[in-house]
Antibody, heavy 121, light 109 residues
């Protein structure tokens, strides 16, 4: 079965760090664009970061310099290291598979259930 | 960064009616880079349309997408009770930031 499962969320104090994991099954992360998307309580979707080919990464401005996306291809898992967390980073964090080939973006077709990050003192 | 603006914010319609949702980009994007998603409360988003007009696997044909340049549309030809949800457009940014629109809520009138 093709799926992704996120983990690692929790309650954390401002300024601290957290690492989220996204374990994939049924496909290989290195062959796909793997993205993190977050959703603050009662708000819309916000794209955070993407990794593909194992080492090509891009970030939203809100994540640049604080968040790092990476992958462990042997574990078929993607990570999001989040440092210097702020209250405004409180959200459900989703991992999603996206496809791109021959000039066509195939969209984010596989989503996890999300993991909740709460930044509060 | 390309900003996507969706309208209206809320659409109040009855089952069986036609829904037309708009997504406008702050600059021209390739139609092959535009996707639409549906999200229901407490659930992850679901991919509906990719490449502006291609239905994703398992999506009913009452959903259709169109558009080019800066203006894109998602149409639901006849609303089914299960279609009442929030809809987001999203653009693939390549080496630039990707982005979502702020969403359109389709609610029961």
């Amino acid at each position: 079965e093709v799926q992704v499962v996120e983990s690692g969320g929790g309650l954390i104090q401002p300024g601290e760090s957290l690492r989220l994991s996204c374990a994939a099954s049924g496909f290989t992360v290195i062959s796909n664009h793997m993205s993190w998307v977050r959703q603050a309580p009662g708000k819309g979707l916000e794209w955070v970061s993407v990794i593909y080919g194992g080492d090509t990464t891009y970030y939203a401005d809100s994540a640049k310099g604080r968040f790092t996306i990476s992958s462990d291809n042997s574990k078929n898992t993607v990570f999001l290291q989040m440092n210097s967390l702020r209250a405004e980073d409180t959200a459900v964090y989703y991992c999603a598979r996206a496809g791109f080939a021959s000039g066509l973006y195939y969209g984010m077709d596989v989503w996890g259930r999300g993991t909740t990050v709460t930044v509060s003192s | 960064e390309i900003v996507l603006t969706q309208s209206p914010g809320t659409l109040s319609l009855s089952p069986g009616e036609r829904a037309t949702l708009s997504c406008r980009a702050s600059q021209s994007i390739s139609s092959t880079y535009l996707a639409w998603y549906q999200q229901k409360p407490g659930q992850a988003p679901r991919l509906l349309i990719y490449g502006a007009s291609n239905r994703a696997t398992g999506i009913p044909d009452r959903f259709s997408g169109s558009g080019s340049g800066t203006d894109f549309t998602l149409t639901i030809s006849r609303l089914d009770p299960e279609d009442f949800a929030v809809y987001y457009c999203q653009q693939y940014g390549g080496s630039r930031p990707w982005s979502f629109g702020q969403g359109t809520k389709v609610e029961i009138k």
